[in-house]
Structure formats: C-alpha cells, structure tokens
C-alpha cells in the first residue's frame, strides 16, 4: 500500500511539472494598445511615409532622416523592411537597391556586408554619407528615444522573423505591424496578441471582415486608404474607440501643394486622427498654425 500511494505522488508530481513546461507564458499588451484610442488624443497626429521622403540629403529609410526629422515635430515613422542574402533585416522599400543607393543589385543576393559598400541617395540623387540601416539598429535608437514605428513588411520577408526581431529588442511598446487584408492582420495577431495592428479598414466591408476575424479592435489601428472616405466609416471606427489613419501620400499630398496646405486640417476635420504623408514638415505647420 506504501509503495501505492508513493507511485500516485510520483504521477501526480510527473503530471504537475510537465504542465508548467507547456504553459506560454502570456505577453502584456503593448503600451500602444492603450494610447492608440480615438477617445485618447494622446497620440502623433503625423505619421511619416518611408521614415522621410523628398527631404535634400536626407533619404527614405534612413536612421539618419528619422533622427532629422524627429527633432523637428512629434510623428510616428513608417519603415519598410526587407531581408538581405545573409538573413538580415534592413531598412529598404524596393526589391532591388539601384534607386536609393548608389549600388545596384537585389536585396535578397546581396549579404549585409555587401550592402554595407554602398550610400544611400535622396530623392534627388544626392549621394549621402549615410549606410542601409539594420533595422535592429532603427529599434534600438527608436526605443531609447521613444519613438514610434510602423513597420511595413516585404513581402520576401516572413511576418515572424520581424516580430521575432522587435521581441528580441524588447520593442514591442515603439512598434506598430501593418498589414494590408484580412489574412494578414489574422496571421500578425495569432503570432503576436501583444502588438497594435496598422489594419486595412477602407470601407464598411473590410471592416466587417475584420470583425468577422475575431481580431480585438483594442488591437487595431485603421488604416483608410489613399482616398477620403465617407464620414460615416470614421464615426463608425470612432465608435469602437478606433484611431484612423489617412493616407495622403501621392494625391492628396499632391492636392495640398498645389491648393493650400489647409486642406490638411480641412482633412482631419472630417473624422481623421493621423496623416500618413510625404509632407510632414507641411502637414505639421498647417495643422498647428
């Protein structure tokens, strides 16, 4: 009977130990996820497209615009990350590097060290000092100083190695994940619960589909697209305390410079929390002046 009860202790013990080996443990929410609310305000009211563009000597995708461009004005940075040869993370929004460096190649043949050969150029091919970026290195700078990315992924690098690279840096509260349909936002979230989604929301359908996904609305930030919506959509995001995001890059952008830059404002009267544009400087003056 002894030796009985010592088996039963013995399984009990076995089973006890091998369940806390299989629990995950559970992430916090990042504090994104709570500043991001329509009903906050609390917020950059200015995200700016390719961590700056149309800037003299300073080109997109570069550490060195953001650091410029964030002494300057409040603002979130959208960047555009790629992987190279060698499996490292860069800063870069085309397949190839011929447009924005004075190099010439695919991202995905050339190693880091390659890459590192070579100078980024601004959009008026301007040769700069300044290098392709590790985009653990853009975290790295971003969290210390408190800055906010969204961080636009290639479609040549998987959603995991990225959100595997801002766990790793402990980023988790600078970073947003954008992703553009429903399958994304569902893959994003089921890797990572703990990080705000930049979701596509341009309309009442792709909203409901979102919704359809089981996706927490505290985890989305709404993207609506290039092109005004309608009010009633951004009342409608509004209402689930939903921050959205207009994107004015290209038209619209193109509209202010030759109509005024009070459209900005016109713009974000209509229900529109941030300004996704290649104007930051203008979108900041017109909007605070």
């Known amino acids: 009977m002894k030796h009985f009860f010592l088996a039963i202790l013995l399984v009990f ?8 080996t299989d629990v995950t443990p559970i992430k916090p929410s ?23 563009k149309n800037l003299k000597n300073y080109p997109e995708n570069c550490l060195e615009t953001i ?60 040769t700069t000092s300044f290098k392709i970026p590790l985009f653990s290195d853009v ?10 990315l969204t961080v636009d992924i290639k479609r040549s690098v998987s959603q995991k190695a990225v959100i595997n690279a801002i766990r790793k840096a402990n980023a ?14 569902k893959t994003a979230f089921e890797l990572a619960p703990e990080l705000l989604l930049s979701v596509s929301a341009r309309n009442d359908k792709e909203f409901d589909r ?8 505290e985890n989305m930030l709404a993207f609506t697209g290039t092109r005004l919506s309608n009010a009633s959509l951004y009342k409608r995001l509004h209402a689930e305390d939903i921050v959205c995001i207009l994107g004015t890059l290209g038209n619209l952008d193109r509209q202010a410079k030759a109509r005024g830059n009070e459209l ?5 009267n209509l229900g529109v929390d941030i300004l996704a544009t290649d104007r930051p400087f203008e979108v900041y003056n017109a909007i605070n002046n």
């Not at 990042?30 to 961590?51: E, M, Y």
């Not at 790295?140 to 100083?145: D, E, G, H, M, S």
């Open 264 to 268: 900005y404002s016109k713009w974000k």
């Open 139 to 148: 975290l790295a700078w971003c969290k210390v100083n408190n800055v906010i």
């Open 13 to 20: 013990f076995l089973g006890c130990k091998d369940s806390k």
């Open 30 to 52: 990042s504090k994104l996820v709570k500043i991001f609310k329509a009903s906050n305000k609390d917020f950059p009211i200015i995200s700016v497209h390719r961590g700056g």
């Open 210 to 217: 979102l919704l359809a996904a089981k996706i927490p609305t």
């Open 67 to 126: 650091k410029y461009v964030n002494d300057s004005i409040s603002a979130i940075y959208e960047v555009d990350v790629a992987q190279t040869k060698d499996g490292q993370l860069v800063l870069m929004h085309d397949n190839s590097i011929d447009r924005t460096t004075n190099g010439s190649g695919l991202v995905k043949d050339l190693t880091y060290s390659e890459l590192k050969k070579f100078n980024l150029v601004d959009d008026y091919d301007n």
């Open 172 to 185: 988790e509260d600078i970073s947003i994940v954008i992703t553009y349909d429903v399958n994304q936002a």
